[in-house]
């Protein structure tokens, strides 16, 4: 089930999405064997705000882009947070210094939670 419901024009008022995420994460130094872990998280993405959070949605962050069939939630010169808005493939591939992780997870669309406050 993807996100095609969505659209980032919307007159409509619903602006405010969410996205339940599970897949898998590989992590570990950069060029050498990952360890492999299941990983899920919640998305509240705010198309209004252009912000969005994540499971406890302590914080809100810019989302870098939206496009008619990408959400880009972060962006960085060699990889990112990439959602595909028709099929809900999640994939991200982020390096710290000489550590590198990247995930492959399915999205769905889910309620937005009520006890998330929204972004400032």
């Known amino acids: ?3 095609t ?21 590989r992590s570990g130094p950069a060029h050498s064997p990952a360890s492999v872990r299941d990983w899920s998280a919640l998305y509240e993405i705010d198309l209004a705000q252009r912000q969005y959070c994540a499971d406890d949605c ?3 962050n810019p989302i870098a882009e939206v496009t008619d069939r990408l959400f880009v939630l972060h962006r960085t010169v ?8 028709a099929s809900g493939d999640y994939t991200m591939s982020l390096n710290f210094g000489d550590l590198h992780a990247e995930r492959d997870a399915k999205c ?13």
Do not use: K, N, Y
Not at 108 to 120: E, G, I, N
């Open 78 to 85: 060699d990889g990112g947070i990439f959602i595909d808005r």
């Open 108 to 120: 769905r669309q889910v309620a937005p939670r009520s006890d998330v406050a929204p972004p400032r």
């Open 58 to 60: 302590q914080q809100w």
């Open 5 to 25: 419901a969505v659209s980032a024009e919307s007159g409509s008022g619903d602006h405010r999405i969410a996205l339940s995420c599970t897949g898998s994460e």
């Open 1 to 3: 089930m993807g996100c």
